[in-house]
């Protein structure tokens, strides 16, 4: 049995066949039944793959060779930060494999020091006064974070009135999505003229129905909100907590902080801006940081530092309890930690101004090509671009996985018609800027004078153009599944 989509190179994952061995099990030394009970036993053998060693190295390498990540190629996905992973960040979390979550605390002092010291960090960063690692990603922490800000809401008799979360149009999808999940209703801000809040629009929606606003500063555009303190005072003047979404702290760390904008809460993407694995179904991390007065609402446990060692703190009364198994995705707040001891402030810092210099750089580049950029402001880390009149953002996209690049994000901010949105990251070399660009260039070019070719492509990768309406409305949910 295969899988393959159809005219395309086969794609074989079954490769069983029968009586074949890669290893040979260990012999009983014990009654299975006497150890686990009969009645706790298969009663017929499970259907597990029966394949050599030879075939199943074959198999993954194969797989392997067709996984595209940071490691492999330039992977320019606006919004999302795919940095490079220094590798001895993964030998920093190796030093932890031996731990396990349910040791005494005494026991663990070293990992509970990490953790606590990780949170000091990371509220210096961002402004704020209280911190919590347990959210296991970006959307995960926006949750907790709107949570904390309802149990405040709540804890003051507000809830009732207290109903919608504004957010704006050009936010990421996981803000309305996140809203909405802790039940409350949504607004849209528009943006002005020159990519930012419409300040006065914003102002019209402010009262004591709304819980809270969430940004991210800079915007989705890549622009910062230069008015962004009249944009908190107002907010706070009505009694309305302000939510910063993390996702494009990259561009700012070390030289703006959140809790100076005026914003109550923040959650940051460990996996995004400091170098943590990004991808492939995580881990992630998205811890949230908070304000005093929203504290008392964060998730337990929390560590805490006494003259005795450190411990786990359970017993707050108005915390909104856990939001994760045991303490967080321990390994990944390893390599968060080691990535923040290795650079220092002064590191962080040129990260971030290098990330907005490959940004601006890539966009003049790109414009030299006949790629508009809707929104020419000073772009920080990224920035949103569209294809020259007549050419589609997918067709692009797709075009360029021939050129051997990942293609950027496509499509959003949905407040750009075809919009490539494009972010290098700090550690892209000038050199493949420049390639990447030549490629925009030529595929531009051929693109608006053979319109057929572009809509072919991609022509190389293992697996052609799909049909993506088709995949919408009649998707494969399980392996094996025949029309």
């Keep these: ?20 061995r890669g290893t040979l099990a260990p012999r009983r030394e014990a009654d299975p039944a006497a150890l686990f009970g009969a009645e706790n036993l298969r009663k017929t053998p499970p259907a597990l793959p029966e394949v050599d060693e030879l075939t199943v190295l074959r198999h993954y390498t194969n797989l392997s060779r067709r996984q595209v990540g940071v490691d492999t190629t330039f992977y320019p996905l606006g919004s999302c930060t795919m940095k490079y992973n220094p590798r001895v ?30 949170g000091e960090y990371l509220k210096a960063l961002t402004g704020m006064d209280a911190i919590t690692l347990q959210p296991a990603a970006g959307a995960h922490g ?18 009732k009135k207290r109903r919608v979360v504004l957010v704006p149009d050009s936010a990421h999808g996981s803000n309305p999505a996140t809203s909405a999940m802790a039940g409350f209703e949504v607004r849209e801000v528009p943006s002005d003229a020159d990519g930012e809040v419409d300040l006065e ?24 909100e230069r008015r962004i303190l009249s944009l908190t005072e107002a907010a706070h003047a009505a009694g309305v907590q302000l939510y910063y979404d993390g996702a494009n702290l990259n561009a700012i760390m070390g030289w703006a ?30 811890p949230v940081g908070v304000k005093a007065h929203l504290a008392p609402y964060l998730p337990v446990p929390l560590v805490e530092k006494t003259p005795a060692g450190y411990r786990l703190v359970t017993d707050r009364a108005k915390s909104i309890g856990r939001v994760r198994s045991f303490l967080g995705n321990f390994g990944v707040l390893v390599k968060a930690y080691a990535y923040i001891r290795l650079m220092g402030l002064a590191g962080l810092k040129r990260a971030a101004a290098l990330s907005v210099l490959n940004a601006r750089y890539l966009k003049e580049l790109l414009k030299k090509r006949g790629y508009r950029v809707p929104y020419d402001g000073p772009t920080m880390h990224e ?58 260039g030529r595929i531009a070019e051929r693109g608006l004078a053979d319109p057929e070719w572009i809509k072919g492509a991609p022509y190389t990768t293992p697996v052609r153009r799909l049909d993506e309406v088709k995949a919408n409305r009649r998707p494969r949910l399980r392996f094996g599944h025949r029309e």
């Excluded at 902080?257 to 992630?284: I, Y």
């Design 89 to 118: 960040l993964e030998e920093a979390a190796r030093l932890f494999v031996g731990l396990h979550p349910y040791q005494d605390e005494g026991t663990v002092q070293g990992a509970l020091r990490l953790m606590f010291e990780l």
């Design 142 to 159: 926006e949750l907790t974070g709107i949570l904390v800000i309802r149990a405040y809401h709540e804890d003051r008799g507000e809830l």
């Design 383 to 440: 920035f949103v671009a569209q294809p020259p009149e007549g050419l589609r953002a997918l067709d692009v996209a797709k075009a360029l996985l021939d050129e051997g690049f990942h293609p950027p994000t496509v499509y959003f901010p949905l407040i750009v018609k075809e919009a490539l949105m494009i972010e290098p990251t700090e550690t892209e070399s000038r050199e493949t800027l420049d390639a990447f660009a030549e490629a925009m």
């Design 1 to 20: 049995m295969g899988f393959c989509w159809p005219d395309q190179v086969p794609l074989i994952f079954e490769r069983s066949r029968k009586g074949r």
């Design 201 to 224: 629009a914003l102002k019209r929606e402010l009262g004591e129905h709304v819980a809270a606003i969430m940004l991210t500063n800079p915007n989705t555009l890549g622009l910062f």
């Design 257 to 286: 902080r959140p809790g100076d904008m005026g914003f109550d809460v923040v959650h940051l993407n460990l996996h995004k801006t400091f170098a943590t694995p990004h991808g492939g179904g995580g881990p992630g991390a998205g």
